[in-house]
C-alpha cells in the first residue's frame, strides 16, 4: 500500500451512522404522510445523495425530494448527527497511517458542516488535513465531483492516492478521476454492488485493511 494520501468515506467507513440517518429519515417520511415503522427498511439511504435517494425510492419529484430533505436535516442536525458510532478499530487505523506519515482527507456526500461535527464530536478529526463534504444545496454531493474538487484544490497526485468506501459511489467517484479504490465489506454496500466496480482492493474487515497497511 504505497500511497501517500488516503481519502475516506465517512459513513458506513470510518462510522455506523444507522440510527440516526434511518431515524431521521422515518421522521422525514412521517411528514410527509409516510408511516415506515421498519427502520432497516431505510437502511439503502446511508451512503448514496439524499436527495436521489428519495427520488429513487419513493419516486418524489425534486420539489418533493427536496422538502424531504429539509425535513430530514430538522431532526438529523440536532439529534441524528450524534445517534452515531466509530467502528471498532478506526482509530488503531488511523494511528498507524499517523505514525507512517500518510496524508488523510474524508471525503463524503454529506454536508461538510455535519461531517465535521461528527469528526469533533467523536474525536477523530484531528487526524485529518481536511474534511471535504457537500454544500446544503447540493453542490458536490456526487463522488466523482467531490474528489475532483478535493484533488484539485488539494493538488494531489492521483497515483499516489487511495480512496476507500463500502458503496459504489465511492469506487465510481474514483475511478472517474483516477485514483485507486479500496472497498470495504463491513460497510452498507453488498459484495455485488461493490465488485460490479472492480476496485483495486476489497477488504471484507477493518482488521483486514489495517493489516494491508501494516505490511506496507
Do not use: C
Not at 501517500?4 to 422515518?26: A, C, K, M, N, Y
Amino acid at each position: 500500500m504505497h500511497y501517500q494520501t488516503v481519502l475516506f468515506d465517512l459513513d458506513g467507513t470510518l462510522t455506523d451512522p444507522r440510527e440516526g440517518i434511518t431515524r431521521s429519515i422515518q421522521f422525514a417520511l412521517a411528514k410527509l404522510g409516510i408511516d415506515e415503522p421498519d427502520l432497516g427498511k431505510l437502511e439503502h439511504f446511508i451512503g448514496p445523495p439524499l436527495l436521489q435517494a428519495f427520488m429513487q425510492f419513493y419516486s418524489f419529484d425534486e420539489a418533493k425530494a427536496w422538502e424531504a430533505v429539509n425535513f430530514y436535516r430538522e431532526r438529523f442536525k440536532v439529534t441524528g448527527l450524534y445517534e452515531n458510532r466509530v467502528f471498532d478499530g478506526v482509530k488503531p487505523l488511523l494511528d498507524t497511517l499517523r505514525d507512517q506519515g500518510r496524508h488523510l482527507y474524508i471525503a463524503t456526500s454529506k454536508p461538510w458542516i455535519y461531517a465535521r461535527e461528527i469528526a469533533r464530536h467523536f474525536d477523530f478529526d484531528p487526524y485529518f488535513k481536511v474534511i471535504y463534504g457537500s454544500e446544503l444545496d447540493g453542490t458536490r454531493t456526487d463522488k466523482v465531483e467531490l474528489i475532483a474538487h478535493l484533488m484539485a484544490a488539494e493538488g494531489l497526485d492521483p497515483s499516489s492516492t487511495l480512496m476507500i468506501g463500502d458503496r459504489k459511489h465511492d469506487l465510481i467517484g474514483a475511478q472517474r478521476n483516477g485514483l485507486d479504490a479500496a472497498a470495504v465489506g463491513y460497510g452498507f454496500g453488498s459484495v455485488e454492488e461493490l465488485s460490479a466496480e472492480q476496485p483495486a482492493y476489497y477488504f471484507e474487515t477493518l482488521d483486514a485493511l489495517h493489516q494491508a497497511f501494516l505490511r506496507g
